[in-house]
């Protein structure tokens, strides 16, 4: 299943994604986004079908795209977790060229899916889309880490990362836990979009994102959080923490709540700014300036995801992905 | 079986008593080039205004309508009489008021809260006001309070023309180009600059005709250091078929200057609230909104401010009732372009007996407006699961020199907040019951006393047993 919108794509070289379930005023810019597209190109990869067996514990499947090639490409991917099964699926997409990834994910009772994705883009595009149905007591965590590199090009070449995440919290007492780091530098263009439906009772989310924004970097972050009727005792949570360090960055945070169901707690936070005197004091009273304090802050917000993952391989992609994107800094 | 606490509707009784239709002039209904001729000839406008409103005639019928908020399917504007003169003459004494019409600003407590505690008033009937006085301790101030059909042909025409609809322009939405093209009634007030008018003014609009539009203009110009409270209020009886408000409120708080705008919107379950608010601000000024929506059908409702001066500063404090058969769609944008400029969101909501309350908010920051600080905060209760209750909430920050920072929170009751209280020694119904009356109450203390006695006796708790 995708997103995207399928009559528009066969008519022209532009994709329309990330669209929110609902729609503001339109002259803000957030309803969806839209990204060019070379249909014509693209090249299917290898689909790869995954199928995790009752009370399996599998770790560590990692998935790549070294078949792709130079110009579009799209890349399937389906995940099964039956009954009582567990497993970590990680995705390591680095610094590639233009790329369609759709990944569905059908998470069975009590079972437990963590998929850990890196995408870094440099001169290319990447359009990430993951779609997931959590049935009774499937817990389903997703971390991803968004690293944009500065390009040598124009603006209009400059990485552009896009990805889309709807999560149905179908069964009763299902759960997904987000974690996402973003760093973007020079014309990035970051545009993410997570939407969480919580349709079974007693079911839970966590949504916490933060980044920092370099340069002329742009960052889009919609969350949705949709208590739909019948979703007692369901609670949602969505945080968001955005570090402003360049002169010309744009940022827009979109965190919204629907809520038809009384018996559901739901909440929401975003903090936007650049780093406050306190913590530039500190900074300097150890001899670190203001540059070097900025580039410290805006590695840690990827750093930090070292401390969830509990993967030591994963962490190790994480610390030379921060190399790659940042260099020396 | 635990009990359900009982949270009454919105009580309507005063508000819904209808007068017999006895107007001088009703305009056929629908909207059409002819209609809005023999408008601009009945109302004797200047000839500027007359193009005016033909141009933005057509600027409605190119605009579409909105598809982001509540649906107006039911709103059909061949069905609506877009100008009613009642059977009065604007007077500024109530005895020259006609009865019936007096009567029903009487039961609405206008003239009682013009003797005790306002500065002034205006008070309009369907499409005219048939109302207006201002104390001549605060005309004498050089406060100008006064009807905007007086203002626009009077010795301000010049300020009217220079100002009018400049704010919000025909162009900026549909609703705003029809409301050029069809506006009537309404109040231009001018407060000079230094003067401290300490005593609010008051508008009261009441549409009493069927199947009808109200569509007044409030221009408020506050100069420079000076210092004003204006309050407006409104309501219609409820009918079966549908009624529209487009107004349009206009603010310029010039350099320095405060103006605190409160409204208490009651319209009736009938009515289309399409209605567009708009504060300027320049270097040092400020705009406080106070704002309490418990009426309409449907409602479309952001205030909106734009800091253009440096170290200019909005806050906005609201709250919402949707009910039974209301789809209230609220909230408040500001735009930061000056430096050092701050705002302030507080809001809250209640959504019952099936009503759908959605807040929506914009808090855009321009490269230019280093040194911002926003802080939007949004509570919504939801009393059952007949209801709906969204946020829908955007930031857009383009500079990295400002903080900001957003907070909200959907739910019922909290447990916590309940045993907090029942450990102090409450019931667990009175608990709850101070819980829910506290609840609306960051609106009710921004208003005048006779003003939050009215607001809180628009809701009205009846506490039997326990919330969930």
């Known amino acids: 299943m995708t997103d995207i919108n399928i009559d528009e794509f066969e008519k022209s070289d532009k994709l329309t994604v990330n669209a929110m379930p609902s729609k503001t005023w339109y002259w803000l810019g957030v309803n969806d986004a839209s990204l060019s597209w070379d249909m014509a190109s693209e090249k299917f990869l290898k689909t790869n079908e995954i199928t995790i067996n009752d009370k399996e514990k599998h770790e560590d499947i990692w998935l790549d795209l070294s078949d792709a090639e130079e110009s579009f490409n799209k890349k399937e991917i389906k995940l099964i977790t039956k009954e009582e099964s567990t497993v970590t699926v990680i995705a390591n997409y680095a610094l590639l060229k233009n790329v369609r990834i759709i990944i569905d994910i059908n998470a069975g009772v009590n079972s437990k899916v963590k998929l850990i994705q890196v995408l870094t883009a440099a001169e290319n595009s990447i359009y990430n889309e993951v779609n997931a149905s959590c049935e009774k007591n499937a817990e389903f965590e997703l971390i991803q880490v968004f690293a944009g590199k500065k390009s040598d090009y124009s603006l209009d070449e400059a990485g552009k990362i896009y990805s889309n995440v709807k999560v149905e919290l179908a069964g009763d007492a299902s759960d997904f836990v987000y974690n996402m780091g973003y760093l973007g530098q020079g014309g990035n263009v970051l545009d993410y979009n997570i939407i969480v439906n919580h349709t079974g009772k007693n079911t839970n989310c966590n949504i916490n994102a933060s980044g920092a924004l370099k340069d002329n970097a742009t960052k889009i972050f919609r969350g949705t959080i949709d208590f739909k009727k019948g979703s007692s005792g369901s609670v949602g949570a969505e945080t968001e923490t955005v570090l402003m360090l360049g002169e010309d960055v744009v940022n827009k945070t979109v965190p919204v709540i629907l809520c038809s169901e009384e018996n559901v707690s739901g909440t929401h936070g975003a903090t936007i700014g650049e780093l406050d005197e306190e913590t530039l004091f500190y900074f300097e009273s150890r001899g670190i300036d203001k540059k070097n304090a900025e580039n410290i802050m805006a590695r840690a917000a990827i750093e930090r995801l070292t401390g969830i993952t509990e993967n030591e391989k994963v962490n190790a992609v994480i610390d030379n992905t921060l190399k790659e994107v940042l260099g020396d800094d | ?468």
């Open chain 2, 1 to 468: 079986m635990e009990e359900k606490t009982y949270v009454d509707d919105i009580d309507r009784s005063i508000y819904d008593i209808k007068d017999v239709e006895d107007d001088d002039f009703r305009m056929q209904e629908g909207l059409t080039e002819e209609i809005i001729k023999k408008l601009s000839d009945e109302k004797d406008d200047p000839e500027w205004m007359r193009e005016f409103r033909l141009n933005a005639l057509k600027i409605y019928n190119e605009k579409k309508i909105p598809d982001w908020g509540p649906s107006i399917e039911g709103l059909d504007m061949d069905h609506i009489a877009t100008y009613v003169r009642p059977k009065s003459n604007m007077e500024n004494t109530w005895d020259n008021v006609p009865q019936d019409i007096k009567d029903t600003f009487e039961r609405l407590g206008i003239p009682q809260a013009e003797r005790k505690s306002l500065a002034g008033v205006g008070a309009q009937y369907d499409s005219e006001l048939v109302y207006h006085n201002v104390k001549d301790e605060v005309a004498e101030q050089g406060v100008v309070y006064t009807d905007m059909e007086s203002a626009l042909k009077g010795e301000y025409a010049d300020m009217v023309k220079e100002y009018f609809m400049k704010l919000v322009p025909p162009t900026d939405h549909k609703f705003a180009a029809l409301h050029g093209a069809v506006w009537s009634g309404g109040s231009f007030v001018y407060v000079p600059k230094n003067t401290d008018v300490s005593i609010p003014l008051q508008s009261y609009f009441r549409l009493n005709a069927k199947g009808a539009g109200q569509f007044e203009h409030t221009l408020i110009i506050v100069d420079e250091g000076a210092n004003l409270h204006f309050i407006e209020g409104c309501s219609a009886p409820k009918y079966n078929v549908a009624n529209l408000h487009a107004g349009c409120v206009e603010l310029y708080v010039k350099k320095n200057a405060k103006l605190r705008y409160s409204t208490i919107e009651n319209w009736s379950k009938n009515m289309y609230n399409l209605n567009t608010k708009r504060a300027l601000v320049e270097e040092g000024g400020a705009v406080e909104w106070v704002s309490g929506s418990f009426g309409s059908h449907v409602g479309y409702l952001y205030p909106m401010s734009v800091l253009k001066g440096d170290n200019s500063r909005m806050e906005f404090t609201g709250v919402t009732f949707a009910g039974n058969g209301q789809n209230l769609d609220t909230g408040a944008k500001v735009v930061h372009i000056g430096k050092n400029t701050s705002s302030y969101m507080n809001t809250r909501s209640i959504s019952k007996s099936g009503g759908i309350s959605t807040f929506r908010s914009s808090v855009v920051v321009q490269k230019s407006a280093t040194g911002a600080k926003s802080a939007v905060s949004c509570e919504s209760l939801m009393l059952d699961s007949e209801s709906r209750s969204d946020t829908i909430p955007v930031m857009d920050i383009r500079t990295k020199d400002a903080n900001i920072g957003h907070e909200a929170k959907i739910g019922s009751i909290s447990d916590d907040a309940v045993f907090y209280l029942m450990s102090r020694g409450m019931s667990e119904e009175d608990a709850r019951a101070l819980i829910v009356s506290g609840f609306a109450d960051n609106v009710s203390k921004e208003l005048p006393l006779e003003y939050a006695v009215e607001m809180n006796n628009l809701i009205r708790l009846e506490m039997k047993g326990s919330i969930g």
